[in-house]
């Protein structure tokens, strides 16, 4: 079966540091990768998403930055954090199939910016 | 543009008892699929229910049913003999079929409360 892990589960960082979030993918090949936002009593922004190897695509130009330098992992960069990049961000996947399927997600990262 | 729609922020159900969630959500295509996400306070997102536009029939899945009326653009979701462990945040999600992979649409939300 498929499962999907991110870490790290919390992260608390000053504001200008750099910042990676990773997520990797178990079970599948070729899955599409997703970036989302989520900000308190809100719903999810999506913020990147990748079908392919090095290929991305951002919905927010923001602060942020993904890669994907494998097939099965997806990355989310800062150079310099800013208070607003606070939050709590999910990675999910679906199958590359077709459109329509579904997206499971990770468990998330709490970011916080002191 | 499509939006997806929930008009009721927070509700409220007896152990035990039905509640039924709203979501409205506006297109122009004919072909797309919905989705109801369930994040409890652990906050990991977790998948419900999946409803294809082209399909007549509601989706179930245990306790969880679907109301879709195509024609109204409404795809309500119920849930029969409400659990504790059911209480969470519930988001409504839209997608278009052969649209970009990345445009899954997402209410805002409705915070569930279960009452014992």
């Known amino acids: 079966s498929q499962t999907i892990h991110q870490w790290p589960a919390t992260l608390v960082q000053p504001v200008g540091s750099p910042l990676s979030l990773e997520c990797t993918v178990e079970?599948?090949?070729?899955?599409?990768l997703y970036w989302y936002r989520q900000a308190a009593g809100r719903g999810l922004q999506l913020l990147f998403y990748?079908?392919?190897?090095?290929?991305i695509s951002s919905e927010v130009p923001q602060n942020l930055s993904a890669s994907r330098p494998q097939d099965r992992q997806f990355i989310l960069s800062s150079k310099k954090l800013l208070l607003s990049d606070s939050g709590f961000y999910l990675c999910?996947?679906?199958?590359?199939?077709?459109?329509?399927?579904?997206?499971?997600f990770g468990d998330g990262t709490r970011l916080s910016i002191l | 543009a499509q939006t997806v729609t929930q008009s009721q922020p927070e509700m409220s159900v007896q152990e035990a008892e039905t509640v039924t969630l709203s979501c409205t959500y506006d297109t122009s295509e004919s072909d797309y699929y919905l989705f109801w996400y369930k994040q409890p306070p652990s906050r990991q997102m977790i998948l419900v229910i999946r409803?294809?536009?082209?399909?007549?029939q509601n989706a179930t899945e245990n306790r969880f049913s679907v109301n879709f009326q195509k024609a109204a653009k409404s795809f309500s979701l119920k849930i029969s003999d409400s659990q504790l462990g059911d209480a969470a945040m519930y988001f409504c999600?839209?997608?278009?079929?052969?649209?970009?992979?990345?445009?899954?649409?997402f209410g805002k939300g409705t915070k569930l409360s279960v009452k014992p």
């Open positions: 409803q294809e536009a082209y399909k007549q």
């Open positions: 999910a996947w679906s199958s590359g199939i077709s459109s329509g399927q579904p997206q499971h």
């Open positions: 990748s079908v392919g190897i090095g290929q």
């Open positions: 079970g599948t090949s070729n899955p599409n």
């Open positions: 999600a839209y997608i278009e079929y052969g649209g970009s992979q990345g445009n899954l649409i």
